[in-house]
Structures are given as structure tokens and as C-alpha cells.
């Protein structure tokens, strides 16, 4: 029988550092220099807790020993990644979009 879990850890962890922490950072440096409407600013008060959030629930997720709370916690992390990209990004589009 495989372990599935092995796979899921490593793909777990890539997606929180290229979906969440790179897109999170991009949107800051965005607001950071005023290339994009002030109001995206208040996004990030709710899409950088949901990353770190992620981040450490995914870390708990790879250093667990149990298979089935392991994949749950790293399940977690993804959705939350999905989440704040949705937030930040989406949130990001519409207000540019309603600014034009």
C-alpha cells in the first residue's frame, strides 16, 4: 500500500509559499508603492492572517505523525490559500475594475 501522504505534504508546502506568501507579497509591494487604489490596502487585513494561518497549520501538517489528522490539517492550509487568493487577488480586480 502507498503512502499518499508524502505527495500531499510536498504539494501542501509549494502551495502555500507560490499561492499564498508570493501573491501576498505582491499585493503589499502594489499598495506599498501606490500602484494600485488605496482601498486595496484594507484586503490585506484579511488576507495576510489567512496566509500565516496556512503557514502554520501546513507546517503542524507536515510534522504530524498521524496519517488522517495530517491530511486534514493540510487540507486546511490549502483551502485557506484558496481563501486569501480570493480575497486578495479577486478583491484586488474588482476594485481596480470599479476604479477605472
Do not use: C, H, W
Amino acid at each position: 500500500m502507498t503512502n499518499a501522504l508524502g505527495p500531499l505534504r510536498l504539494y501542501a508546502g509549494l502551495a502555500v509559499v507560490f499561492f499564498g506568501i508570493v501573491p501576498a507579497t505582491m499585493v503589499t509591494l502594489l499598495v506599498a508603492q501606490g500602484k494600485t487604489p488605496s482601498s486595496v490596502g484594507y484586503l490585506l487585513i484579511g488576507g495576510i492572517p489567512l496566509v500565516l494561518a496556512a503557514l502554520v497549520i501546513a507546517i503542524r501538517g507536515m510534522t504530524g505523525g498521524e496519517n488522517e489528522e495530517s491530511a486534514r490539517r493540510l487540507y486546511l492550509s490549502m483551502m485557506l490559500v484558496a481563501g486569501a487568493d480570493l480575497l486578495l487577488l479577486g478583491g484586488n480586480a474588482l476594485l481596480r475594475m470599479g476604479s477605472s
